[in-house]
């Protein structure tokens, strides 16, 4: 009978752990060895024998043996990194080989045959590698010396422990509007900070495994060429792996960079559906890609498999991700729901864990679109049956002399028979009877203009109302009208009703309705919803989750926004002026084209005073201080100023308006004269505007260097931007290639100097962290892009209104424009509409079912730029308990504080108050404070700082209650030194208290004598001649930021180096 040797190996347990029992099974034909050995496989080596045991079996012939063998490997790979074990080692993998070799005794020292590929029997099985951080500590069964002992126990708990970490990132947890936009979401990826995950993702930059899963609703597919979905844009601002897109049929279009470093493109024979949710999952593993289209009861629609001739090059640390749109492609049309990407795994559709979170609103938006698919084709077939009614008519008219004239002069046309039902029309009653009212006699139009058309008509009727003495009280029936300009695609009313629903404004709070119709607002693109939704969540407020990349996305499309139009003369624009409601003077300085005001500088221009022209023509370019904009009329006096003086402003301004023809016919040669006449006088915006000439015009860059290079020594920031573009575009006098480096220093200073350009430039850089010289930094890209976007002249305007119609009394349509305008995130509008509502407590009871004053003074000091009586409003409300808040000193405390630092008065001097009262300042407030610590334990000493911080932050050159404070302080220390009687002690408090207020009264009889109310008087010499860098650019008819890009240089950035390859 022939036997045939064999070896099993069973382990119970097949992980690398010390001691760990390996049953082996074995039979052996002849004289025998038994071999065992583990091999092991790090990050730096590959098959280092760790383990091997070897025995003899010489007399067990013919018979099935099982051995029981205990693994013993080295510390290293099995404990935890402690006092003595300095540097555990990452094992990848861990191979235990076992075989059996024939060979007589004699022989049994020899190693020469005993390999494992000469033996007669063999096997071998995989032990899994325990990660570092779940490794157990070793008893080394040793006394540490007490010096070690003590320097470990400090040490303990020191040493680096591996984070709970996983490869699977919710890249985007709430809905974000895309809009189609130039503009996303970028996210950023570090690498892990567990080295094993790091070195398995590094061993997978060559042969890529991830997934990614996108929750859509789409609206339209692309307009033209492509739209971004997903996109990588690696180091070197190109599209990496993997770029995803959507084309105009709606097809996914996926690019990938392989390892040669080509590009290939595939396009899907599917469709993405519209105005449906469904979820989008990729997996990629080497040089194949799957794709699949999910519903939303995660049943699969479409799956197809793509596989390329190589593997995918992907390192997803070396560049950014964007969702959406960027500077180089505009986004999809759609709302982004919850986005899933696994760094390292190839997944199912059935493993991968991405729900559909927030039902409620997402339910929402699918009813809204439907809703408003029904209004949108009631509104078009209506305007198509009156057109067709008067088409009937209107060949009788010409002969009927006495018809012609009913059509001319009588009432317009009505379609009294519907076609619709019954249950239709009184499902929209409201808009029927609206439709009805209108007139659509006007030539024709597009079908989808006519639509947005009804929506505006039907907005300004609302907001008329709504705009007069009791407007407000009609807000319950106006909502339904407000939907339906929503409906029709005129999304101010979106934002209207964004508001209405957050606010509670005449109706119950709604927030998943706020939240619709902010979404939908921002969706279509309204300015107003857009810089809502980037303010909420850069404060992460009223259930808006804190995301400054979300945030980022909205504020980025406003800044652009606001760039392109300060460059439009036309459109419902302001400037956005800080002025607040309880600053006298500004509010006296506001005035009407009749005011004295307009009066004065009218009359002053009038007869030649340039620094008048130049003000005028401000004020009705921009329509600031209350004055209707007016650019025609501003022009007239750029023009007169220009000619009639020699300021070389408003030559230079004069001279903008000719070279781009705003609002007068275009004339480059009159307009190089006047721009060399401003240059010659030593203008710096007017070199640079040579420069701008010599770029744009004559394609000279040596010459628009040199002028820009004299601008920017000179201090003008539109020069610094241009030279850092000629820098970025590569085309800089003398100077080979691209240099990204100097040109985002350049756009750095130009940002420094308030140029809105450049502004974008870094913020863009902080948010992608691409740049040497800019790291990542998202809270810093949303500050910055936030800065702009408040500048926006749509926002200005609902400021303005607001503000003319609280000096006009109309309580109510202020109210409602500074709610409009709060909600933003406009800190003086925050702090405006608190002061309304504390002068009309009655009004914001009524209307308004949030607490005003709490609210929006809340917000307000939430902001960088809030004002110090705004902390010291709040930091009243948590000493006494504002309402239905609970008292809270130490917050109170810290209010006060802050507007001590921001240098006024009264934080020190309520500071002290609170220390008088007995009570202690926490030392961080203190030291927030810069006092000096050796003051803190001494109450004496600290209340003679405050007291005196008071008495130096106030007017020192009249008597102040901080100066008395000071006073008193002092004399009741002195009093306290020196007498001790209690008498003598009541008597002096007497006399003191005697003195003090007949102090106080003399003062009060001095300032009334000394203020006999006061005229104001207009402007003359205080109207400067030259504006500066900051906010007073942008009133001037062209920015100094306007003539720093040309379109040649827009389109340059607007496309990738890295041209898309089609399909």
Known sequence: MDYVDFIYLNILEKKVLNNSEVSVQYLCSKPCIVSLEAVASSEFRTGVPVYRRRWKDEKNLYVSRTRRVHLKFPSIMVYRDDYIIR???????????????????????????EDYQAAVAKNYTFLEAVPPFERPYKDHKVCLQWGADYLWMLQANRIPQCPHETDGVQVLEFIYASSGEKTGIVKKFEQFENRELETVRQHQI??????????????????????????????????????????????????????????????????????????????????????????????????????FREDFYYDDTAGYFVLGGSGYVNGIEAFFGPVKYYRLNVLETEQISNPLHDKDTVEQIELYYERCMDIQEIVYDY??????????????????????????????????????GKELREKYHTLFKLLQEMDFS??????????????????????????????????????????????????????????IFETGLGVPVDRIKGLLYSLVGAQGNERLSVMNLGYKHYQGINNYPLDLELSYAYYSNIAIKTSLDQHNIKGEQAFVET?????????????????????????????????????????????????????????????????????????????????????????????????????AKGLPQAVNGLGWYYHNFKRDYKKAAKHWLIAEELGNPDASYNLGVLYLDGI??????????????????????????????????????????????????????????????????????????????????????????????????????????EERPDLARKYLATDCVWRYYNFSVSQVNAPSFAYLKMGDFYYYGYQNQSRDLELSMRMYAQAALEGDSQGFFNLALVMEEGNSIPSYILDHLEIDQALHSSNTSLLQELYYRCWNNSNQESISPCSLALLYFYMRVLWNNVLHSTLIYFMGTFLLSILVAFAVQSFQSL??????????????????????????????AVQQDEPTVSNDLSQQESNPQSPLVTS
Request: aromatic content about 12%.
């Open 206 to 307: 060559d042969y890529p495994m991830f997934t990614i899963s996108i929750w859509l609703y789409l609206l339209h597919h692309c307009e033209k060429d492509l739209c971004g979905i997903l996109y990588f844009i690696d180091s070197k601002e190109m599209y990496g792996t993997p770029a995803v897109f959507l084309n105009e049929e709606g097809y996914v279009h996926i690019q990938m960079h392989l390892m040669r470093g080509d590009d290939l493109a595939v396009k899907t024979s599917f469709s993405l559906p519209l105005k449906q949710w469904f979820r989008l999952d990729l997996s990629f593993k080497g040089g194949q890609i799957e794709v699949s289209s999910v519903g939303k009861n995660l049943k699969r629609h479409h799956h197809q498999s793509f596989t």
């Open 579 to 679: 002025i607040r409601l309880m600053d006298d003077e500004l509010l006296k300085a506001q005035t009407k084209e009749n005011g004295d005001v307009f009066m004065w500088l009218k009359h002053e221009a009038t007869r030649g005073n340039a620094a008048a022209q130049q003000r005028l023509a401000q004020m009705l370019f921009w329509g600031q201080q209350g004055v209707a904009k007016n650019p025609e009329a501003a022009i007239e006096w750029y023009a007169k100023g220009a000619i009639e003086t020699e300021d070389p402003v408003l030559i230079y301004d004069y001279a903008i308006v000719l070279f781009k023809g705003q609002g007068v016919k275009k004339n480059i040669k009159l307009a190089l004269e006047l721009m060399k006449k401003a240059a």
């Open 442 to 499: 006007s030539p024709d139009e597009d079908g989808s203009d006519t639509v947005v058309e009804v929506g505006r008509r039907i907005f300004e009727k609302v907001v008329k109302g709504l705009s007069s003495a009791n407007g407000l009280s009609n807000l319950g029936s106006s909502v339904p009208l407000l939907a339906d300009s929503s409906c029709c695609g005129y999304h101010k009313a979106s934002y209207f009703l964004a508001v």
């Open 383 to 420: 305007r198509y049956i009156v057109r067709q009614g008067e088409k009937t008519h209107r060949s009788c008219y010409y002969e009927n002399y006495y018809l012609e004239q009913i059509h001319k002069y009588g009432e317009k046309s009505k379609c009294d028979a519907f076609m619709w």
């Open 732 to 837: 800089y006098p003398g100077v080979p290639g691209r240099n990204q480096t100097v040109a985002a220093r350049y756009f750095y200073k130009a940002a420094q100097g308030g140029h809105i350009e450049g502004t974008l430039r870094c913020s863009l850089y902080y948010i992608t962290g691409n740049m040497e010289d800019f790291p990542r930094d998202p809270e810093k890209a949303v500050i910055w892009a936030k800065h702009i976007a408040e500048k926006n002249g749509y926002l200005g305007h609902v400021i303005r209104k607001a503000l003319n119609a609280y000096l006009e009394l109309s309580w109510h349509e202020a109210l409602l424009h500074y709610i409009l305008a709060a909600e933003t995130g406009i800190e003086v509008s925050q702090s405006n509409l608190a002061h309304i509502c």
């Open 1007 to 1036: 300032s009334a004598f000394n203020s006999p109310g006061r005229r104001s008087e207009p402007l003359s010499h205080d109207v400067p001649s030259s504006l500066g860098n900051d906010s007073e650019d942008a009133t001037r």
């Open 87 to 113: 540097n555990s080692i990452i094992v990848h993998s861990v191979i235990l080989y076992a075989w059996i070799s024939h060979r007589s005794a004699s022989n049994y020292g020899d190693e020469q045959n």
